[in-house]
């Protein structure tokens, strides 16, 4: 489990660099995410781990997809980020950090911590190029 989450880790952590420069979360990097997530969960547990790495996938890419066509700020990329945080997480580690994010409460408890969402927008506001 230490390499899933170190591999995990890995991912966001150049996503939120690529994106912060780019503005785009790239499919090379969310692609190879997912099936790292799929076989790594099969190696460990066998087929209940790509059941629940499959199921990680799909609650975190579903209710975000259906935001993204609504138009609600979501790019697709972030989409597949999150589905491929659930395959290599499981569907209720991608829950729980779904509502963590969802409801603030990161914020609220610490306010000094940022998302690099946060960091864009306040750049994006002080008139910084990307």
Same mark, same amino acid.
């Given at each position: 489990m230490l390499v899933v989450n170190g591999c995990l &880790?890995?991912?966001? #952590? +150049? $996503?939120a660099v690529v994106d912060l420069l780019t503005g785009k979360v790239p499919n090379w &990097?969310?692609?190879? #995410? +997912? $099936?790292?997530?799929?076989?790594?969960?099969?190696?460990m547990r066998g087929w209940p781990g790509v059941g629940?790495? +499959? $199921?990680?996938?799909a609650v975190g890419f579903v209710p975000l997809?259906?935001?993204y066509r609504t138009g609600a700020g979501l790019g697709g990329g972030d989409v597949k980020l999150m589905g491929a945080v659930g395959?290599?997480?499981?569907?209720?580690?991608?829950?729980?950090?779904m509502a963590y994010q969802g409801t603030g409460y990161r914020r609220v408890k610490n306010p000094r911590i940022w998302s690099m969402h946060d960091l864009a927008e306040l750049a994006r506001a002080s008139g910084a190029r990307r």
């Open positions: &880790l890995a991912v966001v #952590a +150049a $996503a &990097l969310t692609y190879p #995410a +997912a $099936a790292l997530g799929l076989g790594a969960w099969a190696f629940s790495s +499959a $199921a990680g996938l997809f259906i935001l395959a290599l997480r499981g569907w209720l580690a991608d829950l729980v950090e």
